[in-house]
């Protein structure tokens, strides 16, 4: 499944000519984001921030995908310290929740929902199927503050049954937090979250019935 970055967001190739909007940039479009314009106008070294909080979340993800795929980094491979540091405390979460991975980094779609992303790690705890995500934070996270946490995981949840025909029973959101180098385990009820899934996406496909370059990006995939 080719993975296509747009001025829009990222696509995802489906089926030829067939193109889904990522779980994230289906996100995006149905999120408010000026509290993220006000904090980069009061915060001067914002471009910095978000760098370092970025390079540490792509390490910390490879750790995790490597564990879980076991396979050895290669020797060209340094993880960012902090990385490196909340590794060992995202392990242990991830091997209390789970004892079998089935993917990892996996792409998906859905039919139902027309939406596709990667998920970070499909998994097994004794005859329970789960969807697991990874994140990190400066800090704990309340539950209300991460709705959009939850949506991610029940999208992923629905291309799991639609794709595998397998009924996911529970997910988690493993948040990496870096000013106490712990990690917080969130579990996500998929039932509950569906129906918010479901909103999202009729939410952007209206916003692309009248964007006629919307349209066109989805019909032809062409990157900007």
Partial sequence: MKQIN?????????????????????????????????????????????????????????????????????????????AQELWPNMKIAIDDITNDFIFSEHRMCSDKLRVAG??????????????????????????????????????????????????????YILIACRDTKTTQTIEVDINEWKSYAKIYSNNLWKQFETNPELQNLFKTGAAQ
């Fill in 118 to 171: 990667t998920c970070d790690l499909v998994a097994c705890k004794d005859d329970r199927l789960i969807i697991i995500d990874f994140k990190n934070s400066r800090k704990r996270k309340s539950p209300s503050s991460i709705k959009n946490y939850y949506i991610q995981i029940a999208m992923y949840a629905q291309m799991v049954e639609e794709m595998y025909n397998y009924k996911v029973d529970t997910g």
């Fill in 6 to 82: 747009t001025k829009f967001g990222r696509l995802y190739e489906v089926r030829p000519g067939v193109y889904y909007p990522s779980v994230t940039t289906m996100i995006k479009y149905n999120s408010d984001e000026t509290w993220l314009e006000e904090w980069r106008k009061r915060e001067p070294n914002h471009k910095q921030i978000v760098l370092e909080a970025s390079t540490i979340g792509t390490d910390l993800h490879y750790l995790c995908e490597l564990y879980c795929t076991n396979t050895v980094a290669p020797s060209t491979f340094i993880p960012h310290i902090e």
